[in-house]
């Protein structure tokens, strides 16, 4: 069973707090509220989208690369997790 089904409820939980997060930076952008404001809120959902990240990694890692017998199977699961940091540091 895939790590992000068995953690599922507590995964969806995590993007709804970042997207009551997104909504708190909306209602502060629309009511006008000073940039510091604003600016600490954005911090906080940047946090949070890192939170949940290096979540899934660790859980990527445990589930695909370490948790495998097969070198064949590591290795595609250590590309692939390769990958995606590629993308998500550019």
């Known amino acids: 069973m895939s790590h992000t089904i068995r953690d ?4 969806l939980a995590r993007v709804r ?3 009551g997060q997104m909504e708190a930076v909306e209602r502060a952008l629309e009511a006008r509220q000073p940039c510091g404001d604003i ?3 954005v911090a906080s959902v940047r946090g949070a989208v890192n939170g949940l990240t290096i979540e899934l990694i660790e859980d990527h890692i ?4 370490a948790g495998h017998e097969s070198q064949g199977e590591r290795e595609e699961g250590a590309a692939e ?7 998500y540091l550019k």
């Open 8 to 11: 599922q409820e507590k995964l």
């Open 17 to 19: 707090r970042l997207k």
């Open 39 to 41: 600016l600490n809120l």
């Open 62 to 65: 445990r589930g695909h690369v």
């Open 81 to 87: 997790l390769i990958e995606i940091v590629r993308r």
